[in-house]
């Protein structure tokens, strides 16, 4: 910028998320954690262990300069840096993050890069950026040769998973999800709000927000991050569940051998081992947009659906804790 001159106002910020169980048969601990996320050798990995134990690999930065996806076709060109990071809870689910922010107009011609290098995780478009059209075509998904900030963050998420820490031993079966968000600035005196929250095919889900005016960016990804741990949670739990046979059934074929488990039970203890203590809504989502789960908690009902789970899941396990006795018959 030259001086005098003024930055135009940020009207859009995207991102997307990639959530999966870590692939080793124990939780990681802090010391692991950090080596785990070094994924820079000059800034150290944020580490957390209240209310439960978080770390944060630093940002990285991806240099970008291509068209961004538009829904009404426009070809608008945007030069800038995304920025990406990678987070562990309890040492059991990994997440990549990818994300940024763009103003309402840039320049008309591409500056040096120490310009871009100074403004991290922003995108300046060429000229007026139309909004509106740029947050459904992120949100549908751009075309070849178009800014993709989920191929970002599964390169992250690929980098880490290669990690010689890991074992590869998953403890129990899951897939990954991916949560894809944007956020507008919302009216004047109006609160964060989210305008739609939709579970699509292929374990796509994709979010759009309103946000106040000057909401950072991070505080955005951090709130997405959360909806995208929670979301996880609850579609792995609700597979586990509907892959197993409920009830206590018929007896079993033949008589189990000294400590043999039911198969409910050895299906269902993953869960309680690595899972269920994972529900934390809000743990680390800034203030300002704590109440945006309370329109969560509403509607679908994120916690009222996990305490179904979790009580289906107990249930279970204590039906199976009653040895199984054959019925005398009596003429």
Not at 20 to 48: H, I, K
Not at 192 to 221: M, W
Not at 229 to 250: C, E, K
Not at 261 to 280: E, I, K
Request: proline share 10%.
């Amino acid at each position: 910028m030259t001086p005098g001159e003024t930055q135009p106002p940020v009207v859009l910020a995207c991102g997307e998320v990639r959530t999966c169980l870590l692939p080793a048969l124990q939780a990681l601990d802090s010391r692991a954690a950090a080596q785990l996320l070094g994924v820079r050798a000059d800034e150290r990995v944020l580490l957390s262990e209240r209310p439960n134990l978080y770390g944060r690999s630093p940002d990285t930065l991806t240099g970008v300069d291509c068209p961004l996806p538009s829904a009404n076709g426009a070809r608008i060109r945007a030069v800038g840096t995304v920025a990406a990071h990678a987070s562990l809870t309890e040492g059991r689910v990994l997440q990549s993050s990818a994300h940024f922010r763009a103003p309402a107009a840039g320049p008309d011609h591409r500056r040096p890069w120490g310009h871009y290098l100074v403004r991290p995780g922003t995108v300046e478009p060429f000229g007026k950026l139309p909004y509106e059209a740029v947050a459904q075509g992120l949100l549908t998904g751009g075309r070849s040769g178009e800014l993709d900030v989920g191929l970002i963050a599964d390169g992250l998420l690929t980098r880490v998973l290669r990690h010689p820490l890991l074992d590869q031993r998953p403890p129990l079966k899951s897939r990954p999800t991916r949560l894809r968000w944007v956020a507008l600035p919302t009216e004047r005196d109006e609160g964060p709000s989210i305008e739609r929250f939709t579970v699509a095919e292929d374990e796509l889900r994709t979010v759009r927000l309103r946000v106040p005016a000057g909401t950072p960016s991070g505080d955005i990804a951090g709130l997405c991050d959360d909806l995208a741990l929670h979301d996880w949670l609850l579609t792995t739990v609700v597979r586990i569940l509907d892959g197993i046979r409920l009830g206590a059934g018929d007896p079993p074929a033949r008589p189990r051998h000294a400590g043999e488990r039911p198969a409910v039970v050895t299906a269902l203890r993953p869960a309680v081992d690595h899972l269920l203590h994972l529900w934390m809504p809000r743990a680390r989502v800034a203030p300002r947009l704590a109440p945006l789960w309370d329109a969560l908690e509403e509607r679908p009902g994120f916690t009222r659906q996990w305490r179904t789970l979790v009580q289906r899941i107990r249930d279970q396990l204590a039906l199976h804790a009653i040895p199984h006795r054959e019925a005398e018959w009596c003429p």
